[in-house]
C-alpha cells in the first residue's frame, strides 16, 4: 500500500507575503490570530509587507514560516488528508510535530520564536559561516572538510541531495574546506548569507539552552511517526523528541537520508506544506518517480486535494 508524508521547509523558505491566501480561509485567520496574541501584531506585519530584511532575521524567519506551513497543514487535515509520515528540514521539523500532535501550536511559536532568538545569539557575527557545496560526492566534501580542519571546526551541516551538501563551522576552516573542495571536482562552492554556523559543533551550548526551552512545554506521543533529521530513523516516543530536537542544532540534517528512509517505508507521494518549493526540488533529484505536490496557497491546495481525494 502506497504511503503518503507531509514534509515542512526550513529557514530560506521564507519571502514577503507568503501564506496570504491560506490567512483568508476561517482556519488561517484563527492560526494568524494566534500568532499575533502570542507573539505579537509585528511578526504578522513582517510577514505580511515586509520589510524582507526584518523577515530574514532567524528570530522572526522561524516562527512565521511555522505559521504558514501549520496552516497548510491544518487545510488538507480539515479536508480529511492525513500523512502516514511526517518530517521537516531542520525548523520544519517543528512543523512536523504540531502535524503529528506531540505539540501544541501555540507553544510551538513559543519555542521555535526562542530558538530564533538563541541561534541569532549563539556566535558573535562574522565568526561562524556556511557555505553549500555543489556537485560533489558527500565523501568528498567531508574529506575537505576533514583537511580543512586544521584551520577550526568545520564539517557537513546539510546532507540536502546528492550533490547538495551544506558545511558549517568556523569562517577560515570553512573558506578553506570551499577551496579545497573545489579542488576535489566540486562544481560550484557558494557561501550563504546566514547569521551563524548553524548545524555545527559551535551551536552546542545553544543546545543546552535549548533543552530547558522544550523541557518548558508539554510534549505528547506522535499520532504518527517523524523521521528526525539528526539519525533519519522514526520518531515514535514523546521521551526521544526533546533530545532529537536539541542534537539537531549542533548536527547535521540528513535530509537526503531521511527521504530514503522514507521510499523505504512505502510513500510514494510527499506533500510540501508551507512557503516555497525548496524541498520539492530536492525529492524530485533524491526520488524522480515520487508523487509531489505543495500546499502554499488557494491554486496549490486545489491542486493537491484533489490529486489526493482520487488516489488514496
Known amino acids: 500500500m502506497a504511503k503518503l508524508a507531509f514534509v515542512f521547509p526550513g529557514q530560506g523558505s521564507q519571502y514577503v507575503g507568503m501564506g496570504k491566501e491560506l490567512f483568508q480561509t476561517p482556519i488561517g485567520e484563527r492560526a494568524r490570530e494566534t500568532a499575533r496574541d502570542i507573539l505579537g501584531s509585528e511578526l504578522i506585519a513582517l510577514i505580511e509587507e515586509g ?43 517543528y512543523s512536523a510535530h504540531v502535524a503529528a500532535g506531540s505539540i501544541d501550536f501555540a507553544d510551538a511559536l513559543q519555542v521555535v520564536r526562542s530558538r530564533g532568538e538563541l541561534m541569532q545569539a549563539a556566535v558573535p557575527n562574522g565568526e561562524g559561516g556556511m557555505a553549500a557545496i555543489l556537485g560533489l560526492a558527500s565523501d568528498l566534501v567531508e574529506e575537505a572538510c576533514r583537511r580543512a580542519s586544521e584551520q577550526g571546526i568545520v564539517g557537513p551541516a546539510n546532507y540536502n541531495c546528492p550533490g547538495q551538501v551544506v558545511i558549517s563551522g568556523e569562517k577560515p576552516a570553512v573558506d578553506q574546506a570551499v577551496m579545497l573542495a573545489k579542488e576535489l571536482g566540486a562544481k560550484r562552492a557558494v557561501p550563504l548569507n546566514v547569521s551563524g554556523p548553524f548545524h555545527s559543533p559551535m551551536m552546542e551550548s545553544m543546545g543546552e539552552e535549548l533543552r530547558r526551552v522544550l523541557e518548558g512545554v508539554s510534549w505528547h506521543p506522535p499520532c504518527c511517526p517523524i523521521i528526525a533529521n539528526v539519525d533519519a530513523k522514526e520518531v515514535l ?46 525529492i524530485k533529484k533524491i526520488a524522480p518517480d515520487a508523487h509531489l505536490l505543495r500546499v502554499e496557497d488557494k491554486a496549490s491546495l486545489e491542486k493537491s486535494l484533489a490529486y489526493l481525494k482520487e488516489s488514496r
Not at 511555522?66 to 500523512?83: D, H, M, N, R
Open 237 to 282: 516516543r514523546s521521551e526521544d523528541i526533546i533530545q532529537s530536537l536539541v542534537s539537531q542544532v549542533s548536527g547535521a540534517v540528513l535530509w537526503e537520508q531521511s527521504l530514503r528512509r522514507l521510499l523505504e517505508l512505502g510513500v510514494d507521494t510527499f506533500v510540501e506544506c508551507g512557503p516555497g518549493k525548496v524541498l520539492t526540488g530536492l
Open 51 to 93: 520589510p524582507e530584511e526584518e523577515l530574514q532575521k532567524t528570530v522572526n524567519t522561524q516562527p512565521g514560516i511555522l505559521l504558514v506551513s501549520v496552516v497548510a497543514w491544518q487545510l488538507l487535515k480539515e479536508a480529511g488528508i492525513e500523512p502516514d509520515y511526517v518530517a521537516g528540514h531542520s525548523l520544519g521539523e
